[in-house]
Structure formats: C-alpha cells, structure tokens
C-alpha cells in the first residue's frame, strides 16, 4: 500500500515520502472539486493555526494567508474554554443559537479568556458565550479573506464541526462548502499523491522513524531543591454545639472556595475547594451544601465574607455586603498562620498576586495583567495535552526530570509553540513537564513580581501550590526557601472570613443567612441602559419571587437597587496600604 505524511514537523523525523502541507491541500482540492465548481479560496480552520489558500483555475495555490501567532483565533482555544465551562462539543453542536451574543476579544487569547471569566462571573448565559466564541473565530477567518473573494469557499479542518462557528461564517460568505474531508482533507491529499507518484517503500516498522540530531536546551534538575520547600501542616478544628462561628467564600475563575471559621479560637472547622465551571453562583450553591454536611454539630454562623473574581455576583446571591478585596483577604489569611510572613506569592487559575508586607500591613502589591502562561489555567491546560493529570502526574513527573526543557517566559502561543516543537523533538514528559514548571515560575517573577523585594519568609498560596515541581522551581529560582502554609488553597476563603469577623462582628448586611442559600435559585438576563450615551450592558439578577438586583452601570443610576458599595472592598485596601496592620495580636499557628 502506497503510503505519504505531510505534517509541519512530524514529516521531519518519518521514513516515509513525505511532502508539504499546502501541495496536501491542492491534490485535495483537485480530487474534490472536480469540474467548474467556482471554489478558488480553501479555509483550512485547525487546532493550531488559521490559513486561508487562493487557488487558479488549475487548482494551484498562488497565495497563502495566516494570522498572528495568537492561540485566540484557534480550535484548540475554543475547546479550551469550552472545557472551563464544562460544556462538550456535542453539546455545542446541539445549543440553539441565542438571540445576542457576548462580544469577546479577537486581538489576544489572554483578554479574549479575561472577557470569558468576566462575563460569566456577572451571570452571562453560557449559550451566548459560545456564540460570541465562534463569532470571534469567524471574524478571524473573515478577516483573512480581506483581499480575497468571499462568494464562495471549502472550509476544512476541525473547526468545520463548530457549527456556531460556521452559521456566523454563513453570514458573509454566500456559498460555503465544507467537504466530507474536511476534517482530514490534508490526509485525503497525501492519499491520492501516493497513489499517483512513486514513494519510498520501508522493509519494516523500524524503518518508518529515523533519528535527527537536534539542539534543545536544557535547565537544572529540580529534585535537588527538595530540601528547601517546607509544606506546613494545620489540622482541622471540630466543631462544638454552639459554636459561634463566620463562613468564608472565595469565588474565583477556576475554582470556588469556603471555609468555616470559629470566632473563639479562628480554628477551620470545614472547608470546600470545587470547579466554578463558569457558574459561580451555582458553585457558591455546591460550596454551602458540602460546609453544611461537614458540620456535625449545631453551631451559629453570625457572618459572611466573600472575595474572589466572582465575588460581587455571589455577595448578591448571598444577600451580604461583606465583599472584600482580593488582596486583603489573601494577606488576612497568610497572616493568621505566620504574622512574621513579608512576601506572598499566589498563584490561581487566571489570576495571579505578589504582595509585600512589614509589619503585618500591605505595603505593595501586584497582579499579572495580560500574560496568562503565569496562570494555573495554563499548566493544566498544557498537562492535559501531554495526556496527564494536573493533580496526581504533573509534580511527581517534574521532579523525576533530569533534563528539564528551556521554554522561558514569553506568551502563551509562543511557549506552547516551543513545548510542542521540543516535544516533536523526542523530549521526554518529564523533562517537558518539569520545563513548564519553569516556565510559570519565570514568567511570574518576571511579569508579576518584577524588580520588586522578595523577603525572607515567603508563602505559596493558590491551588497551583498543590504542585510541588512548581515549588521546588520557585525555591530553584529564587534561591530561597518557600513556604507552602496550611490550608493553602483556601487561604483566601479564611482571609474573607478573618476580615468579616472583624469589621462586621456578624451585624447588619453582612450576616449568613444560612445554608439554605444552597437551594436559592438565579435567573440573570440582560439589558442596555439608554439613560445616556455610554449605552451600559445592565445585568438583571433575580432570585425566586424577590426583588431584581441590577449591576453593570457605569453609573449610580441603579445603585440603589445593589445590597453592597463596591467601594467598601477598596476601602479596606486603602487603609492598608496606608499601613493599618491587618494581624492584631493573634498568636501564630503551632506548626
């Protein structure tokens, strides 16, 4: 059987005949555009890239056409976020199409996600995340088609099952013809070239793959910096009748977080770390019912703090004012376990936060502002194209490595480009692993942290902690010992419940109104406010038969329709920042 590969690197290291991508795509096109059908133009849509081919009447590519090397305008990064959301493609294909969509950015993977997270996080309907999504990748093939004719085109690749993707193509060119190849039309074309011409035949399997010398560059093996992670442990309190106690709920992008805390002795008596899945008021929802069946013994809980991304939608589900500043709530919480802690480093699934402490007060902070390879969302979307699990794998595989991969710290794009080049390459999982827990850690002090102090008693917060390739490439980095603290994927949740405790003393707007809250249903549309020329997008949130709850307005227009001041939270950072110690005399954790 006549056998060709064609492929950007794999045809490389083959044995086999072997040719280019584009002469795929035209002894395709010949084979399946037969006669004087009028298609000249070929969408090839894939996981990686987005390119467009002009053909001449005889089927010959005379122009080639490809966008900037974002991961925004690829299938890969549609299926990315289809993941976060908890939606499969099948489900997609079976979506109607909702009347709007939510406008996302084309022009960068990290904002496009940052628009994603957002909107969700504010009650947008999944449904028309997803149409803004194929909106967005139809835009990015249209836009390649600029020069080109758009009466009439093949669509090929696996984006030609987004049929969201396709009906917004539909929209601008008239007659779109996606093959029954489509989805392996390159292959179709190696196909009938090896049946046409002479290709090199191969005696047996071992001949199929030849070796090539390659130059890759490698780091240090981080299994020596073992030794200088020390990961401090904390048990549980439990509860007593009685107990008069203060809920904190840390609502993020990735995953939604909660905690009991005791008033008396600020021990955690029960705590929650699941997926927010893009619902996070139905992840608050999962986060009370699992504190409420932890508990086993009656207690009264006075108060609720909330922090997080999605911490303003979840304080309106939950009835409080109590919402709190990011920051705060981080620094609250590392200071219970340690008042001599000075440097945070937390890293989260989008977000990420260096801070600075003397004296128990915040003295300087930081975000990561529009690089997400600094991000726990982007390990474990790298782990899950290696095939391994974030969790159990990742750490472990890391710091068997010997030689760990060099990737460095640039975008997204351009490291996932170096890690699929080195992997293509033979490179092994672990090093390639251990190569992207380098990666995270350079791309955070780089981007994050910058040329600002790192002290001597440094805790890792965040779920990304977990990862201990991670740590050990933190401590290999920086030379300096990391602390990884009790509870640390939570440390957030206890900050909101700390500060909570403290500012409110469980009265007025910020008290619990039980675990009922589990079963408070949310039905959130949207309209645009024509008071004025900004033309506000306005959330409407109601909850059963209540009154409507409306945030979105650039304005105070409908302020006093809100349970809260969103100012309360920047307040708080305010007053620290100005050197107000956020640890009163609390005695440190036994440790």
């Known amino acids: 059987v006549p056998v060709a590969v064609n492929g950007r690197q794999f045809r490389r290291y083959c044995g086999l005949s072997t040719f280019a991508g584009p002469e795929a795509v035209e002894w395709a096109g010949a084979h399946t555009c037969t006669g004087t059908h009028p298609d000249r133009v070929v969408i090839s849509a894939g996981g990686e890239t987005f390119m467009v081919y002009h053909l001449d009447d005889e089927n010959r590519i005379q122009g080639i056409y490809t966008g900037n090397k974002c991961a925004s305008g690829t299938g890969e990064f549609f299926l990315q976020q289809l993941g976060r959301m908890d939606i499969s493609l099948e489900e997609v294909r079976q979506m109607p199409l909702p009347e709007t969509c939510q406008k996302v950015s084309g022009r960068c993977s990290v904002f496009c996600k940052s628009d994603c997270t957002h909107a969700l996080n504010k009650g947008v309907p999944k449904a028309d995340i997803v149409a803004g999504l194929s909106r967005m990748l139809a835009g990015k093939i249209i836009e390649l088609m600029k020069k080109l004719p758009q009466t009439s ?80 442990q904390h048990p549980r309190g439990r509860a007593a009748a009685d107990d008069e106690t203060i809920l904190g709920l840390d609502v993020g992008s990735t995953t939604t977080k909660g905690v009991v805390v005791r008033r008396r002795d600020k021990a955690i008596l029960a705590a929650e770390y699941l997926r927010t899945n893009g619902d996070p008021i139905g992840a608050s929802r999962k986060v009370y019912a699992s504190l409420a069946r932890q508990l086993d013994a009656p207690l009264e809980i006075v108060g ?93 595989l890391a710091l068997e490595a010997e030689n760990p991969g060099r990737f460095g710290d640039r975008c997204t794009v351009f490291m996932e480009s170096d890690l699929v080049a080195h992997q293509q390459k033979g490179m092994s999982k672990r090093n390639l692993v251990a190569g992207l827990a380098y990666s995270i850690v350079h791309n955070y002090l780089n981007k994050v942290v910058g040329d600002r102090r790192i002290g001597d008693v440094i805790f890792f917060q965040g779920g990304v902690a977990w990862n201990r390739g991670v740590v050990a490439a933190f401590e290999k980095v920086t030379g300096k010992r990391i602390i990884v603290p009790p509870h640390h994927d939570v440390t957030g949740a206890i900050g909101a419940a700390l500060l909570a405790m403290r500012e409110t003393r469980g009265e007025g707007g910020r008290r619990f109104h039980g675990f009922d809250l589990s079963a408070r249903a949310c039905d959130s549309t949207s309209f645009t406010c024509k008071g004025c020329d900004n033309l506000c997008e306005i959330r409407r949130v109601s909850f059963g038969g209540e009154r409507p709850l409306f945030y979105g307005a650039r304005c105070e227009r409908y302020e006093s329709c809100l349970l809260y001041s969103s100012d309360a939270a920047d307040d708080l950072l305010r007053v620290a920042l100005g050197g107000r110690r956020l640890v009163h005399n609390t005695p440190p954790v036994t440790h």
């Open 304 to 396: 609720l703090g909330v922090t997080g991304s999605g911490r303003r939608i979840a304080g309106l589900h939950a009835m409080t004012n109590g919402v709190i500043n990011e920051i705060i709530a981080h620094a609250a919480g590392a200071l219970h376990f340690d008042p001599e802690v000075d440097t945070i480093f937390e890293i989260g699934g989008q977000d990420s936060k260096y801070i600075s402490l003397s004296h128990g007060a915040v003295v300087d902070f930081e975000m990561n502002k529009v690089c997400a390879a600094g991000t726990g969302s982007f390990l474990e979307e790298q782990a899950e194209k290696l095939g391994i699990s974030i969790e159990e794998e990742f750490g472990r």
């Open 153 to 232: 085109a093949i669509l090929i690749g696996g984006c030609c099952k987004n049929l969201s993707m396709v009906h917004y193509l539909r929209k601008h060119i008239q007659d779109l013809f996606i093959p029954e190849s489509a989805p392996w039309f390159e292959a179709l074309g190696a196909a009938v070239w090896a049946s046409e011409n002479e290709v090199r035949a191969c005696e047996n399997s071992t001949e199929i793959m030849r070796s090539r010398k390659s130059a890759l560059s490698f780091l240090k093996p981080l299994d020596a910096s073992r030794h200088m992670v020390q990961f401090r």
